[in-house]
């Protein structure tokens, strides 16, 4: 029975985002609502990760699969996609690789100067 | 055979769970990052839906029940994000920072291609939120005036695209650090990047679903002033 409440409170948690994402008049999807949602309960102790973790890790494992069927929907967009394939193609090449980069490389360089501060600090008491 | 499988509820599903199983297979027989199960996947089930003439919708008619959990696992994200909170905290300035520079490369780079290739106004706002979620992206691109079905697309594209290369990225601009893994997965290619993250370690995956939420946001407002520009 275990599994069964783990999924029921996820279930309510996403309902109440997609009561959120209907009375707020901005684009933020239900899952994202969801997600803060879960956030705070877990952070105030509202709900105890024993209360979701099991049936949470499964649905995160099996995540890629969820993907498919928007995936395989690409058949249907081939049309509309058409006319301008070529820029389209060149520019989600370019910029997946420009994002991943820069948000990687800015970060990483962000830790490494912090632990060198911290690391000067203690040199010099 | 084909009126059946049109009918079927179960047919749907069924070959998106197999087609991902096969995948599976195949990338522990070879090894090979472009040999991704999700992309294998995908491929494997248009070729099944060219072959036997069966309509996107049909096939749908069973596979919106795998996507109908699409909502809850992304809710689970808050979980593994939860258990890195104390990292969070501790490294608050160079997540803030990280996932704020890819935003801004992000519509940068959509930005000057769009100058280069000279795209109509509307082709500029339809990439614009290529990066983000599914469906935050819509949203921003219908409240820009863009073609939402193309976004749709260019966001899939986007994830499948930075699954399957990340790796590779990584080691070109040598990023090593787990937390800088997981905001670049997750702020270039949100879910399905996120899909990937997961693989690689628990930080990758709470800081790329961290990276989902935050850039998303930052998205839907950078987006609407990058908007603008042309």
Known sequence: MKYLKQFCII?????????LHILIPLPIPASVYGLVLMLTALCTGILKLTQVRETADFLIEI???????????????????????LPVIVVTVLTTIIVMAATGRVTQYMIHRSHRQKMKGADTP | ??????????????ISLAAYEAGLLIRRRFKLAVL?????????????????????????????????????????????????LMLL??????????????????????????????????????????SITTAIGMGVSEELGGISTITVAVIIVTGILGN?????????????????????????????GTAKAMELGE??????????????LMTVVGASLFANLM
């Open chain 1, 11 to 19: 279930l309510l948690i996403s309902f109440l985002g997609e009561l």
């Open chain 1, 63 to 85: 995540m890629p699969v969820m993907f498919i069927p928007a995936a395989v929907g690409l058949l249907e967009s081939w049309s509309a996609l058409q006319p301008i394939w």
């Open chain 2, 1 to 14: 055979m084909k009126a059946y499988l049109a009918d079927s509820v179960f047919f749907g599903a069924v």
């Open chain 2, 36 to 84: 991704n199960p999700l992309l294998i996947a995908t491929v494997c089930v248009m070729a099944v839906l060219t072959l036997f003439k069966v309509e996107y919708r049909h096939y749908n008619e069973g596979a919106r029940y795998i996507s109908y959990l699409l909502t809850p696992a992304t809710v689970c994200l808050a979980v593994p994000l939860y258990q890195q």
């Open chain 2, 89 to 130: 905290r501790k490294n608050l300035k160079a997540v803030a920072g990280g996932i704020t520079a890819g935003v801004l490369a992000s519509l940068a780079s959509v930005f000057v291609l769009a100058k280069l290739f000279s795209l109509t106004h509307e082709q500029y706002v339809t990439l614009l939120p290529k």
């Open chain 2, 164 to 192: 399957v290369i990340a790796e590779s990225v990584f080691k070109i601009f040598r990023i090593e650090e787990p937390i800088a893994k997981g905001l670049a997965l997750g702020t270039a290619s949100h879910a399905i």
């Open chain 2, 203 to 216: 930080v990758e995956g709470a800081m790329s679903s961290l990276a989902i939420a935050v850039a998303g």
